[in-house]
């Protein structure tokens, strides 16, 4: 992947619903709105935050939630117009901010124009090879085919990956928004598409765009062969995402444990996208049922390796469970006030427990790649060290090492008990972030409060 990505931490806005824009695209003679204006007032938070990029959700045209696309290569009228979005590219790149894009290439919406053109035409249309379509007998112009859809919905139709045609359209698309400054691409659904198709687009995007960077939304299955199958820099980490809150509220880190170990061979191909929430999942403050948990969950976010992302609210607390019917994305999907001070004031404590940690990854960017050795690991106590894989032994500051403190280890306890954890971290010899006291008699011992949380330098 790009060099850039080593220093790369993510807040990620679904700008559809943090602007305040209809929920249906609007009228065709309606003038666009300049929403993503809105975002301006938005970046001096994402950087004094000390995250080092935005990634939009989409702000392509469509019909509704920016899933169902009608036009790749035109802002949502929603959102405003081409050259809003370059001005918030180029307003980011200011300030040091790197900018990505939502790419939904597996499926468009009914209202895309090769398939409005289906639906026209009828069959032998110029564009029916886009699609997965079956005609019924006797079809002619006007007649609706049968088609294939994303995971039943109807609304959203796949695109045939196999023609010729569908791949020079998502390379065009792909590059025209690189050469108006955008930085990478997420691709939406990238798990659903042949990877062969990813193959075929990804080699013509990066030579004209070597340094983006383009990561795939892949929920499960063996990421490594989904990465080196597709060409991808990276894909989305669910699985660390799930047992992170699933470990913390079944208090069994043994799960975690388990998936840690999983991360790590990964990590020997590329650097996963990690996260505690996005546009699709439960808030992670509500998923938790012991907020207590909150900042462990975090401390796991910034010292395991990856490429981490904050989903925009995460880092104040909010709240928001997502529900399986039409508007179930609303709560996990709002509107932000116009400026960061008319946040709640209730969030600000979550804000500072991220601002300490993204400090702390800032510090040691190593961490990018880090391995993690698991020391303890119990129901409720685990403890793991992070390594700089440019380093061959903890504690050491060989030449060659990726750490410019010369520190190339950290230590992380957490403790999900009641009371006081009496936890063995050996090397331990000071406290970075989070509560602990380190036992003069007993250099090994670590005590942290009930559910608490440190991480500390290894001797």
Not at 33 to 57: I, K
Not at 440 to 457: K, N
Request: aromatic share 10%; with cysteine.
């Amino acid at each position: 992947m790009p060099a850039w990505v080593e220093h790369a931490m993510w807040w990620h806005v679904y700008p559809l619903g943090f602007t305040g824009a209809e929920p249906e695209a609007l009228p065709d003679d309606a003038p666009p709105v300049p929403r993503l204006r809105h975002l301006h007032a938005w970046l001096d938070y994402v950087v004094e935050l000390g995250l080092s990029g935005l990634a939009l959700g989409p702000v392509l045209a469509s019909e509704t939630h920016g899933y169902d696309t009608t036009d790749h290569l035109r802002v949502d009228p929603r959102l405003g117009t081409e050259e809003d979005l370059v001005a918030l590219v180029e307003a980011a790149h200011q300030r040091g901010l790197q900018v990505t894009l939502d790419g939904v290439f597996n499926h468009v919406g009914r209202g895309f124009p090769a398939f409005a053109e289906v639906l026209r035409h009828g069959p032998g249309g110029p564009t029916d090879h886009w699609f997965h379509l079956t005609w019924p007998e006797g079809a002619g112009p006007g007649t609706e085919p049968e088609y294939v859809d994303f995971e039943g919905h109807h609304a959203l139709v796949t695109l045939n990956h196999q023609d010729p045609a569908v791949v020079d359209h998502v390379v065009e698309v792909m590059n025209y928004w690189l050469d108006r400054g955008v930085d990478g691409w997420r691709l939406d659904a990238a798990y659903a598409v042949p990877p062969a198709f990813w193959a075929e687009v990804l080699p013509r995007v990066r030579a004209a765009h070597p340094e983006a960077y383009i990561f795939g939304e892949v929920l499960h299955g063996d990421y490594t062969e989904a990465v080196q199958a597709a060409g991808f820099d990276a894909v989305t980490q669910y699985e660390l995402w799930k047992a992170t809150w699933s470990s913390l509220n079944d208090r069994n880190f043994f799960e975690l444990t388990w998936t840690m170990g999983r991360h790590d061979q990964w990590l020997e191909t590329f650097a996963p996208l990690t996260f505690l929430g996005n546009h699709d999942v439960t808030r992670i403050a509500s998923r938790l049922t012991d907020r207590r948990h909150l900042g462990h969950a975090v401390v796991l976010l910034f010292t395991l390796g990856g490429t981490p992302t904050v989903y925009a609210g995460d880092e104040q607390g909010m709240e928001g469970i997502k529900e399986e019917r039409a508007g179930g994305d609303d709560a996990v999907r709002p509107t932000f006030p116009p400026e960061p001070t008319e946040l709640a004031p209730g969030g600000w404590e979550v804000h500072r427990l991220h601002r300490e940690l993204i400090a702390l990854r800032r510090r040691h960017p190593w961490l990018h790649r880090a391995r993690a050795e698991v020391l303890t690991c119990t129901n409720t106590q685990l403890v793991y060290r992070v390594v700089d894989p440019g380093s061959s032994e903890p504690g050491s500051s060989e030449p060659g090492s990726s750490a410019p403190d010369g520190i190339d280890s950290l230590l992380v306890a957490l403790s999900t008990e009641d009371g006081d954890a009496r936890l063995h971290v050996p090397g331990a010899t000071a406290v970075l972030a989070g509560e602990a006291q380190l036992h003069d008699d007993d250099e090994s011992q670590v005590t942290l409060p009930a559910h608490g949380w440190a991480v500390l330098t290894a001797g």
